[in-house]
């Protein structure tokens, strides 16, 4: 199974280099009830288009893209008007292409027509106030600046800002970080360098390209054609505004904390951390411990794995292995470099102005397109290598009751990932199996999974490794095996009902259904789907949501351990999935006879309820939940 963890270094780099538009959709000529349903995103159709050359090569014809853009845009009309698409996010996708092919030409004030109704499909508050604020200075501007390029830019900044000082601050303002963040990023070789790291060779290898690659293409031409050129100008934008809001939201969460102490003496509970790895170094008198295992090399106890003192582990072809920490083997930089990498983009992210994002900053600006491959595959390799341990410091925090059990799987920071086969998803669905039967035997109560899978990321593995001609032929292999995987997780989950496992949402910002990501999408009663929210409690813009999140919690900066034993705060629904997991193990150390359903329902009852714009959610209360014990 192709699994993907919270705002991965990779998909937050590929994010800032593309262009990211969303639109509403139009009428089209057919009735919905004359139309196909469209109930899942497998039900949609799949296109391959033909592409002459490199991706590098064709961003430098106009002719191509042009003709490119045209025929995606038929296809998008004609899918349309043939089938009845009810998920918003979709429908974002598919207009925002359509917004891209019109910029593409020239076309700027055709794509603005799409705004008001594009803010109707947007769900999420902050994204409401934000949609087309950009593109909406930008067609005034051109219009009243005309040819003068100078004069352009000038009112283009002046309306910007404008408008960015009219938002509430409070709801927005996350997101304008987030934007200044990720403009800090773009730059044309970064951009490229990604293009011939990965497109390149993928299409390469068949000539062609599915819709999804396709329609990134045209995205990546309007960022070069459009954004990168006025990255400066609304860099000012972004800091004038920041600077005169430099006042932090308020945290909510440390008044809602509780932390248990050794003298309760309470129950211990093992809570098992199924992620990438964890440094059991950092977590002296938290660790679950084997008693009938030793590290010697061998499986001492005959269960299958050797030296499982403190749990077990899964390499990337799903073969147990006795190292509990992602390995750094291919790791070209030194560990410090690699850490004060990861935390300058996380940093940068986040708009805080720290030496180390400051640094990050020279190294984007100055990084060669040749470079991009091994930088991005860096900082992605280290992410994986601290997330598991990152992930297990948020789940043991303020609990000496908690026995962390690792329980690590492998994931590929390649650009080019690992060739799906049905033999490593038959290989992927044992391990999972074996993973929950080892939970049971050992008494695990608390399962935290921080990582999510689904058909479109086996699909876009079997492209990237050039399996099957089409498109068509591509979704029918991955449906086969995305199959043997969700059926063996889903079955493994349901027959161990006395386990309550946790996962995270997701932070595609999407629904969990519709895109059938799991675990996150199980409708099951021993499972938890924890979506994010910041430090104030308001939606993050990246989670995922959908009818089986249940809960929110912190997943904003959080502060935890990675290797070697130094903090580090991330953001992402990895982070808020474990805060719903500490504050589980805390009940049951409290009171170890709750059954995961009542731990569920516990949580929910001492949940508050909260309500940004149309959208009303729980929010986890420790204290409060804790007191209803």
């Not at 994010?532 to 308001?538: F, I, K, L, P, Y």
Request: glycine letters at 6%; aromatic letters at 6%.
């Amino acid at each position: 199974m192709h699994r993907s963890f919270s705002r991965s270094c990779f998909l937050a780099v590929t994010r800032a280099c593309a262009l990211i538009v969303t639109v509403l959709s139009i009428s089209s000529i057919a009735r919905a009830d004359e139309k196909i349903p469209v109930r899942s995103s497998d039900d949609l159709p799949r296109h391959t288009y033909e592409i002459d050359g490199l991706v590098s090569e064709m961003l430098q014809s106009d002719e191509k893209l042009v003709k490119l853009a045209k025929l995606i845009e038929a296809d998008i009309h004609a899918d349309l008007e043939t089938y009845d698409v009810q998920d918003p996010t979709t429908l974002q996708g598919l207009y925002g292409t359509l917004m891209s092919v019109r910029m593409l030409e020239d076309r700027l004030e055709e794509a603005l027509q799409y705004i008001p109704r594009m803010r109707e499909l947007e769900e999420k508050e902050a994204g409401k106030l934000m949609m087309g604020s950009m593109l909406t200075a930008m067609v005034a501007a051109r219009k009243e600046a005309g040819s003068d390029e100078t004069r352009f830019r000038k009112i283009l900044k002046e309306l910007y800002l404008k408008r960015l000082r009219s938002l509430p601050w409070e709801i927005v303002g996350d997101r304008i970080e987030e934007a200044k963040g990720r403009t800090e990023m773009r730059s044309e070789k970064l951009m490229m360098g990604m293009i011939k790291a990965r497109l390149d060779p993928i299409v390469a290898q068949t000539g062609t390209a599915s819709a999804d690659i396709a329609r990134g293409i045209i995205g990546m031409k309007v960022a070069l054609k459009v954004h990168i050129p006025l990255k400066d100008d609304l860099l000012e934008v972004y800091s004038t505004v920041i600077d005169e809001h430099r006042v932090a939201k308020k945290d909510i969460w440390e008044a809602r904390s509780v932390a248990l102490s050794a003298k309760q003496n309470l129950t211990p509970v093992t809570v098992a951390i199924w992620d990438t790895g964890t440094d059991t170094a950092v977590f002296p008198g938290q660790l679950f411990v084997n008693p009938n295992e030793k590290l010697d090399g061998t499986d001492t106890d005959g269960n299958g794995f050797v030296d499982d003192v403190h749990g077990i582990g899964f390499d990337l072809e799903s073969e147990r292995t006795p190292h509990l920490l992602c390995s750094l083997d291919e790791l070209t930089i030194d560990v410090d470099t690699a850490f004060k990498n990861a935390k300058g983009f996380s940093d940068m992210q986040a708009a805080i102005d720290s030496p180390e994002a400051s640094a990050i900053k020279k190294t984007f600006a100055t990084l060669e397109q040749d470079e991009v491959k091994t930088f991005i595959e860096n900082l992605t390799l280290y992410s994986y290598h601290m997330h598991g341990t990152h992930v297990a410091g948020i789940a043991a925090e303020g609990n000496p009751f908690a026995r962390i059990l690792v329980t690590r799987l492998t994931a590929d920071h390649h650009l080019i990932p690992q060739k799906p086969t049905f033999e490593l998803a038959h290989k992927g669905a044992a391990s999972n199996r074996d993973a929950v039967d080892y939970f049971k035997k050992h008494g695990v109560r608390v399962v935290n999974m921080s990582w999510s899978g689904s058909q479109a990321g086996i699909e876009s593995a079997l492209e990237a490794n050039g399996v099957g001609e089409t498109a068509e032929e591509r979704a029918d292999i991955a449906r086969k095996m995305f199959k043997i995987g969700r059926d063996a997780l889903y079955t493994a989950i349901s027959e161990a009902p006395n386990i309550l496992f946790i996962t995270s949402a997701g932070n595609d910002d999407n629904d969990v259904e519709f895109d059938e990501m799991i675990p996150s999408a199980f409708d099951l009663p021993n499972l938890l789907v924890v979506g994010a929210v910041d430090q104030a409690g308001d939606p993050t813009d990246f989670t995922s949501f959908g009818r089986t999140v249940q809960i929110y919690a912190n997943g904003f900066e959080v502060d935890s351990y990675v290797p070697g034993g130094k903090r580090f705060k991330a953001s992402g629904t990895s982070m808020s999935s474990p805060n719903a997991a500490n504050l589980a193990a805390k009940m049951l150390a409290v009171k170890p006879t709750l059954t995961p359903p009542q731990v569920i329902e516990l949580m929910k009852k001492g949940a508050d309820s909260k309500t940004v714009g149309s959208t009303t959610f729980l929010l986890t209360n420790p204290k409060r939940t804790l007191d209803l014990l």
